[in-house]
């Protein structure tokens, strides 16, 4: 099983240009988060879906835009990268989310490293 | 708001050692509690969890009691391995987020 996809693996940026980072998972899971991890920080929740066509903010937002047209893809998107952006990306899924006692297990990504100049 | 507290890393120690990873939360309610490890060049996964107080979870050697009287989850392992460095993350479950302790980097020397 692929588990948890993500593409690109590493891209670098100039200000101001725009990307898109693609999660892919085939576990049929119903949730799926995008997390930044800075060192020192852990994880921050950047957004994050309960299901196709449903999206909501997380803990940093700001500068990001995503999508779940498809239930197994989950995209994030910056419009105009800035060097606070240079991060690892982590994407996860899970089955029945947080919130729900002893059932929530995030099933995580390889990582995607964004590097912006 | 709900928190979690790790110590600071690295922590370096021989092949054979006991491992103590201290991590401490603030938070309503009971949640459930999580460690997640990620080695090196790879996303987390799911390492142990426990989900109500005094609850023990254990995997590949590693254990963590929920103590509620001391709002903590110490994940512990009587004799690491070389295999075992890693980033170690604890987390607890909150209001359908998952809020992490900022890591606890493991080194262990042959």
């Known amino acids: 099983n692929a588990g948890v996809t993500q593409t690109p693996k590493f891209r670098v940026l100039k200000t101001g240009q725009s990307m898109t980072l693609l999660c892919a998972q085939d576990m049929n899971h119903e949730y799926m988060y995008w997390y930044r991890q800075d060192p020192g920080m852990g994880l921050r929740l950047i957004h994050y879906?309960?299901?196709?066509?449903?999206?909501a903010k997380g803990e940093v937002p700001d500068g990001y835009n995503v999508s779940r047209l498809k239930k197994q893809n989950f995209l994030l998107g910056l419009e105009s990268a800035a060097p606070s952006q240079t991060s690892v990306y982590f994407c996860?899924?899970?089955?029945?989310?947080?919130?729900?006692?002893?059932?929530?297990?995030?099933?995580f990504g390889a990582g995607s490293r964004l590097t912006v100049l | 708001g709900d928190s979690v507290t790790q110590m600071e890393g690295p922590v370096t120690l021989s092949e054979e050692a006991f491992l103590t990873i201290n991590c401490t939360y603030t938070?309503?309610?009971?949640?459930?509690l999580f460690w997640y490890v990620q080695y090196p060049g790879e996303g987390l996964q799911l390492l142990l969890k426990?989900?109500?107080a005094d609850d023990k979870g254990s995997n590949k050697g590693f254990e963590a009691t929920y103590r509620k009287e001391t709002t903590s989850f110490h994940l512990e392992k009587g004799s690491v391995q070389v295999s075992d460095s890693a980033v170690y993350f604890c987390a607890l479950d909150s209001n359908y987020q998952l809020i992490w302790g900022a890591g606890t980097k493991l080194i262990i020397k042959p």
């Open positions: 879906s309960v299901g196709e066509g449903t999206t």
């Open positions: 426990a989900t109500k």
């Open positions: 996860a899924s899970s089955s029945l989310g947080t919130g729900t006692s002893g059932a929530n297990v995030l099933t």
């Open positions: 938070a309503t309610g009971y949640p459930s």
